[in-house]
């Protein structure tokens, strides 16, 4: 009996964590896929006979749907400028918290990282008093140096803007103690070593520090790729889209269509759509990290 619960017992531990990631994972997925393919709304909740399996339908409506089309865009927007400011910044003050010598350094780990792990909707709340375009302290301080009020959230593309600098805000954080952490695992005897040989700062960053941090570059890279696809948290609570559907990702796309309209089938859709988006780019990344060379 003791040999048995032995040769079980990594099961078993393992098996609460499994059953609950099928539960709220794996299950959820193929029920989403599912429903793609219906006109699920809350009739249909309330009666599974008013489920008509419709096809198709939903795919090809959903790349018809200028607002759909809109958010894609948006989401685009999103990843193609937060994605390389995030890596850039968490990697840069990684970098001088390691390799700084002040005592200031060691208070910068708390300043950049709190706001990672503050709730999203007081961080909201603040930024919505900064970004008020009468009273907001980012127009005050503009007007002090002459410059104009700016629109942070009523022009369509200075809003956008606006959502990546609070979006970015919150994410430096938590990618900074992942490059961190990476940095205090390279041995010091290396830059010893090139100092020696007479290679300069950047050299030693170019030729030890970088090609070192690249399975951390990597990881950072893929799952904070994932995370900017999935922006919602703060279109939703700062401008719920607007204006003109200028700030609608397409986390809020389905939100919108499932929690505020009821369209779970055209939801559903939209989510397969999402999660496809995710696994390619992925897979990409998989595909590029694979090819690079070992060091």
Same mark, same amino acid.
């Given at each position: 009996?003791?040999?048995?619960?032995?040769?079980?017992?990594?099961?078993?531990?393992?098996?609460?964590?499994?059953?609950?990631?099928?539960?709220?994972?794996?299950?959820?997925?193929?029920?989403?896929?599912?429903?793609?393919?219906?006109?699920?709304?809350?009739?249909?909740?309330?009666?599974?006979?008013?489920?008509?399996?419709?096809?198709?339908?939903?795919?090809?409506?959903?790349?018809?749907?200028?607002?759909?089309?809109?958010?894609?865009?948006?989401?685009?927007?999103?990843?193609?400028?937060?994605?390389?400011?995030?890596?850039?910044?968490?990697?840069?003050?990684?970098? %001088? *918290?390691? =390799?700084? $010598?002040?005592?200031?350094?060691?208070?910068?780990?708390?300043? @950049?990282?709190? /706001?990672? +792990?503050?709730?999203?909707?007081?961080?909201?709340?603040?930024?919505?008093?900064?970004?008020?375009?009468?009273?907001?302290?980012?127009?005050?301080?503009?007007?002090?140096?002459?410059?104009?009020?700016?629109?942070?959230?009523?022009?369509?593309?200075?809003?956008?803007?606006?959502?990546?600098?609070?979006?970015?805000?919150?994410?430096?954080?938590?990618?900074?103690?992942?490059?961190?952490?990476?940095?205090?695992?390279?041995?010091?005897?290396?830059?010893?070593?090139?100092?020696?040989?007479?290679?300069?700062?950047?050299?030693?960053?170019?030729?030890?520090?970088?090609?070192?941090?690249?399975? %951390? *570059?990597? =990881?950072? $890279?893929?799952?904070?790729?994932?995370?900017?696809?999935?922006? @919602?948290?703060? /279109?939703? +609570?700062?401008?719920?889209?607007?204006?003109?559907?200028?700030?609608?990702?397409?986390?809020?796309?389905?939100?919108?269509?499932?929690?505020?309209?009821?369209?779970?089938?055209?939801?559903?859709?939209?989510?397969?759509?999402?999660?496809?988006?995710?696994?390619?780019?992925?897979?990409?990344?998989?595909?590029?990290?694979?090819?690079?060379?070992?060091?």
């Amino acid at each position: 009996m003791k040999q048995f619960l032995n040769d079980r017992a990594p099961y078993l531990l393992v098996a609460p964590t499994v059953l609950l990631l099928l539960m709220f994972s794996i299950m959820p997925l193929f029920i989403a896929f599912f429903m793609s393919f219906t006109d699920m709304d809350l009739a249909g909740i309330a009666n599974w006979a008013n489920i008509e399996w419709i096809g198709l339908a939903n795919y090809i409506e959903i790349f018809k749907d200028e607002v759909f089309i809109q958010a894609l865009l948006n989401t685009i927007v999103y990843v193609v400028i937060g994605v390389p400011i995030v890596i850039g910044l968490s990697l840069a003050i990684a970098m %001088a *918290i390691n =390799f700084g $010598t002040g005592k200031v350094f060691e208070w910068f780990r708390v300043v @950049f990282y709190m /706001p990672s +792990i503050t709730n999203v909707v007081a961080v909201a709340v603040v930024w919505g008093f900064l970004f008020n375009p009468q009273y907001g302290l980012f127009n005050f301080l503009l007007n002090t140096i002459g410059l104009p009020d700016v629109p942070w959230l009523q022009d369509p593309f200075i809003a956008k803007l606006s959502l990546i600098m609070l979006a970015v805000w919150r994410a430096v954080g938590i990618n900074m103690i992942i490059f961190l952490a990476a940095l205090q695992g390279i041995p010091r005897t290396y830059y010893e070593a090139a100092a020696l040989d007479g290679a300069s700062t950047f050299q030693q960053m170019f030729k030890i520090t970088i090609p070192l941090l690249r399975y %951390a *570059i990597f =990881f950072v $890279t893929v799952t904070t790729l994932i995370g900017w696809i999935q922006f @919602f948290e703060e /279109p939703l +609570i700062m401008t719920e889209g607007g204006p003109l559907n200028s700030t609608t990702s397409l986390a809020l796309f389905i939100y919108n269509n499932g929690f505020q309209l009821s369209n779970f089938g055209y939801a559903a859709a939209g989510s397969v759509v999402l999660f496809i988006l995710i696994i390619t780019v992925t897979l990409i990344q998989f595909r590029l990290q694979k090819n690079e060379n070992n060091y």
